[in-house]
């Protein structure tokens, strides 16, 4: 059984950083694409960044360029979020994500929730003002 587990969310004042980390047990998504997303309540789930397959290209949403940083560690089956420079606007839940299909690698092919069919709880992140 797949499984992804978010951890690292947290309340922090604007400006600080965090690290959310994302734990994938019951597969090796070594050859999966893998992103995050948020949600704030009564929205959609909104595309955050994404790594490709072989961690060699990641693609972020404009809101998020510049601040945050997508990586993986495939020795870990473990995804990662660093999160610099934190907006009260970033506040929302934050979700790992995994395609079900290899060795993604297009942009086009992983900015919307469809483009995955793994999902962990989420967890939330909150920036005070």
């Known amino acids: 059984q797949v499984q992804l587990v978010e951890s690292g969310g947290g309340l922090v004042q604007a400006a600080c950083s965090l690290i959310l980390s994302c734990a994938a047990s019951?597969?090796?998504?070594?050859?999966?694409?893998m992103g995050w997303f948020l949600q704030a309540p009564g929205k959609d789930r909104e595309f955050v960044a994404a790594?490709?397959?072989?961690?060699?290209?990641?693609y972020y949403a404009d809101a998020v360029k510049g601040r945050f940083t997508i990586s993986r560690d495939k020795t870990k089956n473990t995804l990662y979020l660093q999160m610099n420079n934190l907006k009260p606007e970033d506040t929302s839940v934050y979700y790992c994500?995994?395609?079900?299909?290899?060795?993604?690698?297009?942009?086009?092919?992983?900015?919307?929730?469809?483009?995955?069919?793994?999902w962990g709880q989420g967890t939330q992140v909150t920036v005070s003002s």
């Open positions: 994500t995994a395609t079900g299909e290899t060795y993604r690698s297009y942009r086009s092919d992983l900015q919307t929730p469809w483009d995955y069919d793994y």
């Open positions: 019951g597969r090796t998504f070594s050859t999966y694409a």
């Open positions: 790594i490709t397959w072989s961690g060699g290209n990641t």
